[in-house]
T-cell receptor, first 111, second 113 residues
Framework: GQQVMQIPQYQHVQEGEDFTTYCNSS?????IQWYKQRPGGHPVFLIQLVKSGEVKKQKRLTFQFGEAKKNSSLHITATQTTDVGTYFC???????????FGIGTKLQVIP | NAGVTQTPKFQVLKTGQSMTLQCAQD?????MSWYRQDPGMGLRLIHYSVGAGITDQGEVPNGYNVSRSTTEDFPLRLLSAAPSQTSVYFC????????????FGSGTQLSVL
């Protein structure tokens, strides 16, 4: 079945440092979504990527979808304490109704 | 709009007991799903539904039943609770099927003793 691997599982950074999390799928994805879950909260949608090689930015966050549509990354520039949480990628294959989540990357930002 | 509402927020069960986790959405979403979240395992799909009267299994369906009699409601039933079902359960919904973002409920923390 479809698998989505996500690394690293944990990341501690000093405030102001950059952060990147990576997702890799065993199969070609029709789209990939990114979610953020604050401690004690529920996942909240951040963005969706659909096209091969797509790059989207949201303020300090940059999202990329690989050319082969099998990998994706989320990069945060100059982290802040408000960035703390777990970041999940979620992939779907074409016409397939199941959304497969990566295990998430838990980000801790040290002030 | 209330969005996706899950009840209860916390539940403690004894092994062998049964219970139903409730999920309701008021956004007229066709797609609804249940996930469980365990440390180091991410979010794993239990069951999903693409519309009233239609349900299908996800990655980890054993021990759980679902039904979708209305567009709004998608309850998850634990038939005979086991300690391995101790987890945080999230219900999620979306407008369409393959391309839409998921809206999550606030979760149910379940402990089975």
């Amino acid at each position: 079945g479809q698998q989505v691997m996500q690394i690293p599982q944990y990341q501690h950074v000093q405030e102001g440092e950059d952060f990147t999390t990576y997702c890799n799928s065993s199969t070609t994805l029709s789209n990939i979504q990114w979610y953020k879950q604050r401690p004690g909260g529920h996942p909240v949608f951040l963005i969706q990527l659909v096209k091969s090689g797509e790059v989207k930015k949201q303020k300090r966050l940059t999202f990329q979808f690989g050319e082969a549509k099998k990998n994706s990354s989320l990069h945060i520039t100059a982290t802040q304490t408000t960035d703390v949480g777990t970041y999940f990628c979620a992939g779907r294959t074409g016409g397939y109704q199941k959304v497969t989540f990566g295990i998430g990357t838990k980000l801790q930002v040290i002030p | 709009n209330a969005g996706v509402t899950q009840t209860p927020k916390f539940q403690v069960l004894k092994t062998g007991q049964s219970m139903t986790l409730q999920c309701a959405q008021d956004m007229n979403h066709e797609y609804m799903s249940w996930y469980r979240q365990d440390p180091g395992m991410g979010l794993r799909l239990i069951h999903y539904s693409v519309g009233a009267g239609i349900t299908d299994q996800g990655e980890v369906p054993n021990g759980y039943n679902v039904s979708r009699s209305t567009t709004e409601d998608f309850p998850l039933r634990l038939l005979s609770a086991a300690p391995s079902q101790t987890s945080v359960y999230f219900c999620a919904s979306s407008f369409g099927q393959a391309r839409e973002k998921l809206f999550f409920g606030s979760g149910t923390q379940l402990s089975v003793l």
